[in-house]
């Protein structure tokens, strides 16, 4: 079983910038793909971007690629979002995923554990 704990959300003013962390605690978390997703009011939750531990590269949704950036520090066990140019319609609960699993998954069901959610909150 592996935990995964977020924070790092917040307030912020249009075009502003932040950085949401996720650290996962339990075993093999070596072996597993990360991602974030985020969830509007009444609605699911929306794939944002994902990351293997085994590869630089990440995959983001089409809509926020030129925005936002995910990079992975292995040995602290953690995934970074960097979210910048916020727009008020940022303004959603971001959830850290992760998954055994070596391909990326855009689906809540391609994930195994999932943390609490952070808040972001965006004003224009």
């Not at 971007?49 to 995959?59: D, G, H, L």
């Not at 940022?90 to 999932?114: F, H, K, L, P, Q």
């Amino acid at each position: 079983q592996v935990r995964l704990v977020e924070s790092g959300g917040g307030l912020v003013q249009a075009g502003g910038s932040l950085r949401l962390s996720c650290t996962a605690y339990g075993r093999n978390f070596s072996s597993n793909t990360m991602g974030w997703f985020r969830q509007p009011p009444g609605s699911g939750r929306v794939f944002v971007a994902a990351i293997r531990r085994r590869n630089v590269n990440a995959y983001y949704e089409d809509s926020v690629k030129d925005r936002f950036s995910l990079s992975r520090d292995a040995a602290k066990n953690t995934v970074y979002l960097q979210l910048n140019n916020l727009k008020p319609a940022d303004r959603e609960v971001y959830y850290c995923a992760a998954t055994i699993a070596t391909t990326i998954s855009a689906r809540e069901n391609g994930y195994d554990n999932w943390g609490q959610g952070t808040q972001v909150v965006v004003s224009s």
